[in-house]
């Protein structure tokens, strides 16, 4: 199971290895096949203008990292927010600075779903490393790396069971849509979809409707389902 760039890897195993995953749950992100050509991410803000921020992360990592890693605090706490404490409307759409929406505010508020200690312990285990390896991800050239991967290997389908949960308020994109977009169901048979009242951090802001959902869901899977792979 895994939430936002944590669904992906999951449903890459899943789809790498069936023979040693009998089902995949991913949250927020759909599955983003690689059928189809590499589509960078300069391409889609037109259409998804808060994926802008990840054109800051990719042309600018060193300026990216300095910035975020200057208040790890503030910078958590400006990221890890929920439908009734969001964030500004402008944030996530500059190519040029990842907080500077925030800028208009001295001190923002504690992440409205971690109690202090949980905030205290996010923050040092940042402090370790920072976000330089993290923001890696966004990327270019290690986006179509994972692309290429599977898009010379062949097979785009997910055989065993997956459950995907979006929420309902996520300010970056409606991922569902997303989903109809991307023909997610063409290459994911069993597919579950469900969806939930949150913005982007939906399994931290309920998690008590988040895990029942999975708990629902693995009660009901089918276990006889599962695809294996003979090789």
């Given at each position: 199971?895994?939430?936002?760039?944590?669904?992906?890897?999951?449903?890459?195993?899943?789809?790498?290895?069936?023979?040693?995953?009998?089902?995949?749950?991913?949250?927020?992100?759909?599955?983003?096949?690689?059928?189809?050509?590499?589509?960078?991410?300069?391409?889609?803000?037109?259409?998804?203008?808060?994926?802008?921020?990840?054109?800051?992360?990719?042309?600018?990592?060193?300026?990216?990292?300095?910035?975020?890693?200057?208040?790890?605090?503030?910078?958590?706490?400006?990221?890890?927010?929920?439908?009734?404490?969001?964030?500004?409307?402008?944030?996530?759409?500059?190519?040029?600075?990842f907080?500077?929406?925030?800028?208009?505010?001295?001190?923002?508020p504690?992440?409205?779903?971690?109690?202090?200690?949980?905030?205290?312990?996010?923050?040092?285990?940042?402090g370790?490393?920072?976000?330089?390896?993290?923001?890696?991800?966004?990327?270019?050239?290690?986006?179509?790396?994972?692309?290429?991967?599977?898009?010379?290997?062949?097979?785009?389908?997910?055989t065993?069971?997956?459950?995907?949960?979006?929420?309902?308020?996520?300010?970056?994109?409606?991922?569902?849509?997303?989903?109809?977009?991307?023909?997610?169901?063409?290459?994911?048979?069993?597919?579950?979809?469900?969806?939930?009242?949150?913005?982007?951090?939906?399994?931290?802001?309920?998690?008590?409707?988040?895990?029942?959902?999975?708990?629902?869901?693995?009660?009901?899977?089918?276990?006889?389902?599962r695809?294996?792979?003979?090789?």
């Open positions: 199971m895994g939430h936002d760039w944590g669904s992906q890897i999951c449903y890459e195993a899943a789809r790498m290895r069936p023979d040693m995953f009998i089902a995949v749950i991913g949250a927020v992100v759909p599955y983003i096949p690689a059928a189809g050509p590499f589509v960078p991410t300069k391409h889609l803000v037109a259409a998804l203008p808060k994926l802008t921020y990840q054109l800051f992360f990719d042309s600018k990592l060193d300026a990216a990292t300095i910035e975020l890693n200057k208040d790890i605090r503030r910078t958590v706490r400006a990221t890890l927010r929920s439908v009734d404490s969001p964030p500004p409307d402008a944030y996530l759409q500059s190519a040029d600075s907080l500077d929406a925030w800028s208009h505010v001295k001190e923002i504690p992440i409205p779903f971690f109690t202090p200690e949980e905030e205290d312990y996010f923050v040092e285990q940042y370790f490393q920072g976000f330089k390896y993290t923001l890696q991800f966004y990327m270019t050239e290690n986006r179509h790396g994972s692309w290429d991967l599977a898009h010379k290997q062949g097979n785009f389908s997910i065993v069971p997956a459950l995907a949960i979006f929420p309902l308020n996520d300010p970056v994109a409606d991922w569902k849509i997303a989903a109809q977009l991307l023909r997610t169901t063409d290459f994911v048979p069993n597919l579950t979809t469900k969806v939930l009242d949150g913005a982007h951090w939906v399994h931290l802001e309920n998690p008590v409707e988040f895990n029942a959902i999975v708990k629902d869901w693995l009660r009901n899977l089918n276990r006889n389902s695809v294996t792979d003979e090789l």
